[in-house]
């Protein structure tokens, strides 16, 4: 079986020293879509997306399967999987600038390497995030709201080929929470993205995801 | 309060290094009464300048110090950008303890280690190497510095590294590079260029204490560095230490050039730092995802391993010399005997009584000031009182040990109290407080305040509350820093030697003059107990803080 467009997971589960955290998760999301993955804390949704990744060290095992626009992903290196991943710190390098973390994430490809061509590509991506002309500020300075939107944009301008959101919204207090869901939603719309959300924010859930998949404990059957 | 005891550390710390400097800097410009030096004049930088040999000393002092700090840098950010994990998690328990180990014990187990005779070239000899007597090398103390920036590289490295370890948890290590990989950065890239600029910010203080130290020291200079000239730093000594009390002017002439040195290294690196920040954040917007082309210097860090196995088995080898009748070359092993333990027992007891004692009262004053210096600022100035403390307690470190302890050493022989062993307790007191301080200010910054608050809120008044609360939340951290001080103060040679005016003799002083071609058993026995004191001190510190009444 492949994946199809948009992504796809297939009986993916997680074992910590053997035992495994959850049932198996098969869902489909489609490009431009959103699915939640909702659950108590504890249960293993962060670990999935790390999982995801290719980020997940040290006791786990993966197993099931899982594709973006119909490439298996978990055979691949972390730096290929080309996935989006946001959390809720929106971790802006201290050091850099808010135009230069943006760079971070731009990626080098051809027509990308150029002074000018990077420059221009990250003042029309201030634009997009209703920041022009902060490209000199030091991250610090910028609200909670500004932070998200700039490790949002830092992620888009990757290329990834879907996002993941990891409690992106919890730091934000409710006004900003709304108002970042609908920014997210209309991104994911216009680019095509699928997007997977972690969250165990009942409203987060309903507010972006068509289709919610709650993760539960497994049963300890011995 | 928090002013008084302020004022206390500046008045013992701070003014005695700059009087010292004062001291050196007078006699550099021809003044000083008591040797007839009544007016300035520049003959003592005539004279220095017409010193054969003296640039060719200036440049090795400048260039080991240079070399070692920057390969021993190298070595840690491979190790942390590109080195297992396994390997990472493994030394940090070895860490503390190789810390631990004195510069000169260090510098004596190595001589035994790489000399022609040592045990590197006995373990390939006869076979294969075919070598009946020992090879006829010029090593150590080689012309270059080689083996000077060998010893350097090995004690300051883990030294770094651990330094390096403690600041990384406040940096979001782990979330920097996850956040990095998912943007498709190879993960030696996205260490480079997410973790190091902020870990290099974090290390500025270390960095340039291993730095001056390096370029200035005196005690490894003497035991591996060159001889023909030495560098700067044991000129200097040998000019304060002549006979001709003349000679002092130049003494104090060369200690100004040196300390000079010392600054432009420190403001060499600092420019090359600022320089390497700004390439980094250039580096780090230009995108390139870096594929592996890095992996190639990254690969340093597999000298780590060999290098601190070169540290264990230099202390192997002071066990082995102390237990030692005669050692022929080239057997691997000596013929065993008791004889220097019986007959030297006495007089090394001696030794380690003094340098136990200095150690002791070193440390307990270093703990009662840290603690008061630490106490006396919260809640209300925490941080008020940061920036001139630390640049206060920093100076020993920075300043070079042979540019102000001659100067302090001269006044206090001028103040005409004949009481060296309390001017050496204070010499140590100097090198060993900052190192007290540091290692509890983090964790008392960290305590969880709502402790206190609930105390008080309790009834309990302020000695209560430290007694009671702060002392036992700290007493990981307070056992840490008691053997750190002792340690520090087991290691420090110069305050001993210039401030007692050779009537305090203790381990390190003794291991330095016996290295000058003495018994080598005798010198192996006085370096492995002046190693062995510290490490016992730093492994129950570790084990006892560890015990705790209630596991979590």
Redesign the interface.
Known sequence: MTGGEGLRLEALSLALRGEPLFAPVTLTVPPGRVAAIVGPSGCGKSSLL?AL???L?GPFTVSGEAWIESIPLLQLP????????I?Q?P?L????SV??NL??????AAG?RGKGE?AAAIEEALAQIRLPGYGKRDPATLSGGQRARVALM??LL?EPRAL?LDEAFASLDAGLRQEMRSFVAAILRERGLPALLVTHDQADAEALAEQQVELAFVQQNT | MGGAVGAVVVLLLGAPVLLGLVGVVLPAFGYLPALGGESLTLDPWRQLFAEPGLWTAALLGLSSGLLATLLSLCLVIALLAAGPLWLRRGLQALLAPLVAVPHIALAVGLTFLIMPSGWLVRFVSPWPSGWERPPDLAFPQDDLGLSLILGLVAKETPFLLLMALAALPRLDEEWRLAMARSLGYHPVTAWLKTVLPDLLRALRLPLAAVLSYGVANVEMAVILGPNTPPTLAILILDWFRDPDLAQRFLGSAAALLQLGIVLFALALTWGLALGLGRLARRLAADGRRGQGRLLLPAGLWLALPPLLALTLLALLVLFVWSFAARWRFPDLLPVWSLETWQRQGESVALLTGQSLALALCSTAIALLLAFALLESRRPARQRAAEPWLLPVLALPLLVPQIAFLFGAAVAALQSGIAAPWFFVLWGHLLFVLPYVYLTLAGPHRGLDRRYHQQAISLGKGPWRVFFTVTLPLLRAPLLTAAAVGLAVSFALYLPTVLLGGGRVVTLASEAVALSGGGDRRLLAVTALLQALVPLLAIALAIRLGRKRRFLP
């Open positions: 790390l990744c290719g980020l060290s972390p730096e290929r999987r080309k996935l989006g991943l959390f710190d971790l390098l201290p050091h850099l135009a230069e760079a971070f994430g731009l990626s080098a990308r990077r830092r992620s990757a993941l």
